[in-house]
């Protein structure tokens, strides 16, 4: 059974999960901050490192916001810290190997690629603030995301650059 969307003005599902050092992460860290939360299919493969370098790119950006960035993945904790280290990624991931994360999200569905139907992640975002959902992205494509979400935070314009990194 897929759970339903998240939309604007839901509260942040509950999670728990390992981060790339194995340690221990929860959504109650989240609950009196910012959080972009994007959910990938696999670290390494091209859609990934896209999509997850366009969010390194913009780190600067999203942090002048007050904004942390958080990654989510069905990949083992080791693997997420060999894919940080091996893009810089200044922000940390968490491994979701049982999808249990992305099933409280609708990150985790129904997808079809040439012909085949099977379950798996929806590329998905969330924008959080103070514990409450202020955006959800569902089907996102990888390229050019980060850059779109940084145009649509609240106040973005106050911010030199005004959304935009120049990338």
């Known amino acids: 059974m897929t759970a339903t969307r998240l939309t604007e003005g839901v509260p942040l599902p509950s999670f728990t999960g390992l981060d790339h050092t194995g340690e221990t992460r929860s959504s109650d860290e989240f609950s009196s901050s910012k959080v972009v939360i994007y959910f990938y299919p696999k670290a390494f493969t091209p859609g990934c490192t896209t999509e997850s370098c366009d969010f390194r790119d913009r780190h600067e950006f999203f942090a002048a916001q007050g904004y942390e960035i958080l990654g989510i993945s069905p990949d083992s904790p080791e693997r997420l810290t060999d894919f940080r280290a091996e893009h810089d990624l200044p922000f940390d991931l968490i491994s979701d190997p049982d999808h249990s994360i992305a099933e409280a999200f609708a990150a985790w569905g129904e997808k079809k690629n040439y012909g085949k139907v099977y379950m798996g992640i929806i590329r998905s975002t969330f924008v959080v603030a ?16 980060a850059e779109r979400i940084s145009k649509e935070l609240p106040n973005s314009s106050d911010v030199p650059g005004g959304g935009d990194t120049g990338t």
């Open 130 to 145: 103070d514990g409450v959902v202020e955006s959800a992205y569902y089907n996102v494509r990888a390229k050019g995301h």
